[in-house]
């Protein structure tokens, strides 16, 4: 029987320079779901999200993705079907099919206006962008442009970074909506580090809770909200919904 984990954690630490910022994490993130990762600054979400594609390593134990260690596979490859998009959605110079075509150009492969085209139609984008200078485009288009270009490997997993801090009341909302929608039309995994909790609430299927390097709690959104658990409470406040 097919397993419905997508990632899983078995006892992960990260260590540098003697000092511990991810201790003993045991968790488990569930096929096609939206899992959001909140916590206070210095949590450690962030070097969680960097440990499942290798842009870090554990110092001790296990990362599992479709039962696999993550060191059983080639990075190149981790990072095709774990793509990654940040806060930054970092541009090349170039047109915006330049940007879309970048996954297939690190391939030696090329990307047809119709393929380009395609993408752009998935993230609400239009495809009368295909020649324009990716500098040109608003923060909310180059965030739309780069989940387009994370689409374009058919990844399994999303990690996305703090994808909307930095966007404006409706570029944000833009952005959640397309989430949901890549979610459940591309069936793939998410994983969200956001310091949003009233956002992490509404969108996600499940919600982990990072204090001090910790997961304290990974559950529902429902069981979150109506947790027994003091320091989840204490951090989540009057954010329940």
Do not use: C
């Not at 594609?53 to 296990?62: F, Q, Y």
């Not at 596979?73 to 793509?83: G, I, S, T």
């Not at 979610?183 to 969200?192: A, C, D, G, L, P």
């Amino acid at each position: 029987m097919e397993s419905n984990i997508s990632v899983q954690f078995k006892n992960v630490e990260y260590e540098i320079e003697n000092s511990k910022i991810l201790k003993e994490i045991n968790a488990e993130v569930y096929k096609g779901k939206l899992t959001s990762i909140i916590g206070p600054s210095g949590a450690g979400k962030s070097t969680l999200l960097s440990l499942i594609n290798l842009l870090k390593s554990p110092s001790k134990g296990d990362i599992l993705i479709n039962d696999e260690t993550i060191n059983s596979y080639n990075p190149m490859e981790l990072r095709r079907k774990v793509q990654l998009v940040s806060q930054e959605a970092t541009m090349i110079k170039g047109t915006v099919k330049d940007n879309l075509e970048l996954p297939l150009t690190l391939q030696n492969k090329k990307m047809t206006d119709e393929e380009a085209k395609y993408f752009l139609e998935r993230v609400d984008l239009s495809v009368t962008f295909l020649n324009k200078n990716s500098k040109e485009l608003s923060g909310g288009e180059k965030q739309k442009l780069s989940l387009a270009r994370a689409l374009v490997n058919k990844p399994e997993v999303i990690l996305l970074d703090e994808v909307t801090s930095a966007l404006d009341r409706n570029s944000k909302q833009a952005i959640e909506l397309l989430l949901k929608k890549i979610n459940k039309e591309h069936n793939v995994t998410m994983i969200w580090v956001t310091h949003d909790i009233n956002q992490a609430l509404r969108l996600s299927d499940y919600v982990w809770v990072m204090i001090d390097g910790e997961v304290v709690e990974a559950d529902s959104v429902e069981n979150i909200k109506h947790t027994k658990n003091s320091e989840v409470r204490n951090f989540i406040g009057d954010k329940v919904l």
